[in-house]
């Protein structure tokens, strides 16, 4: 059992910072290593302009559920989705395709590789942009 905030031991896998959608205002965690937890509640433009800025060029990178994946493809603000598929039984929760018109047709597969235990297959935006 791990005793560090987030579930894990005091240093977390990111080393960079986490820009957390919530409706619930938070102070920043600040954890080793270069992890800050940032909590923004304005929106997903919001904390994609914030993810941007702190990287600093580089790529940003989209975790979370179903809902705040939804919320960024509808908006057509993911270039590419990168899905690891396990045989794990969780429970129920949302689809990850649900809610999203013909939105998921503006992607391709462009990787499938089998690894023992799970599948993973990159996808990438097919259709252009639209401002």
Do not use: C, N
């Not at 080393?15 to 919530?22: A, G, K, M, N």
């Not at 499938?112 to 401002?131: C, M």
Request: aromatic share 10%; glycine share 12%.
């Amino acid at each position: 059992m791990s005793s560090g905030a987030g579930g894990w031991d005091d240093e977390p896998p990111y080393h960079h910072p986490v820009f957390v959608l919530t409706h619930y205002p938070h102070a920043p965690i600040a954890m080793l290593d270069g992890t800050t937890f940032h909590f923004v509640t304005d929106g997903i433009p919001a904390a994609l302009e914030r993810a941007f800025a702190a990287a600093g060029g580089r790529d940003v990178r989209l975790g979370g559920g179903a809902s705040a994946v939804q919320q960024y493809m509808r908006a057509g603000l993911v270039d590419e989705l990168h899905l690891a598929i396990a045989p794990v039984l969780l429970g129920s929760d949302e689809r990850l395709f649900d809610h999203l018109d013909d939105g998921w047709r503006q992607y391709r597969y462009v990787e499938v590789i089998g690894v023992p235990g799970a599948t993973h297959v990159r996808l990438e935006r097919s259709v252009p942009k639209t401002a």
